[in-house]
């Protein structure tokens, strides 16, 4: 008995499997475009809420961190940049706070590197150089620990740096042998957040000697960034 071989009818189930294979990528290019597309889309219809968003609390953050102003410190900030890896990048934001005409203080939003991530701290300074008040805008520090620092270094608590002037002295962990006390089981946060701060008043300074031509606002160097607890 012989026994026949249907390589025709091979040849068409190839066919049919190629056919299927194109149809598919079709399919998945399709749908791609259309994701594509709708994500587009969406994220054109929700930059302007976010953006908005985003305004609301830096201004409620700005009416936090300085004294009573009557300017709009937004209209009137300075960014400065910096170079890093090739590319140019927002090093810090400043915001000068007036009353009556007068400059009264300002405010800087400066970053760091956490723990757990970038830290974007806004902290406000006097006229002299004091600090008035920060708002950390945003962090990636573990909850219940690191996540402390929004209100460890308030006034009336442990970490406390309320009034006090970078200029005068670097503010430091005291475990680094500076006044600060560091938030529980958290030396590395309490460090970077030290570090945005100095860096924040180091950018604040700059910027007064540069309006004032001649102001002898001593410049500090930030504190080293620390790699371990």
Not at 8 to 26: A, D, I
Not at 64 to 78: A, G, I, M, T, Y
Not at 168 to 177: A, E, I, Q
Request: charged content about 20%.
């Amino acid at each position: 008995m012989q026994t026949k071989t249907l390589w025709g009818g091979g040849e068409k189930e190839m066919k049919k499997l190629e056919s299927s294979l194109k149809n598919m990528l079709l399919v998945l290019t399709g749908i791609t475009a259309i994701s594509v597309a709708l994500l587009a889309f969406v994220n054109e219809l929700t930059k302007g809420p976010i953006a908005e968003a985003n305004m609301k609390t830096l201004n409620a953050a700005l009416m936090q961190v300085l004294p009573e102003f009557d300017n709009n410190p937004v209209e009137e900030s300075d960014t400065i940049f910096a170079d890093k890896n090739g590319k140019k990048v927002v090093d810090f934001i400043i915001y000068p706070a007036k009353a009556n005409g007068e400059w009264i203080g300002s405010a800087v939003e400066a970053t760091s590197l956490g723990f757990g991530g970038e830290m974007k701290v806004l902290v406000g300074f006097d006229a002299q150089g004091n600090i008035y008040n920060y708002s950390l805008l945003s962090h990636a520090e573990t909850p219940g620990l690191g996540s402390k620092a929004d209100i460890w270094f308030k006034e009336g608590e442990k970490g406390n740096i309320i009034g006090m002037n970078p200029g005068n002295t670097v503010l430091l962990v005291n475990k680094d042998g500076g006044q600060i006390d560091a938030i529980t089981a958290s030396t590395i946060t309490t460090r970077a957040f030290l570090n945005a701060v100095n860096d924040a008043y180091k950018a604040f300074a700059n910027e007064e000697c540069d309006a004032n031509s001649g102001a002898t606002q001593k410049v500090v160097e930030p504190a080293d960034e620390a790699i371990s607890e």
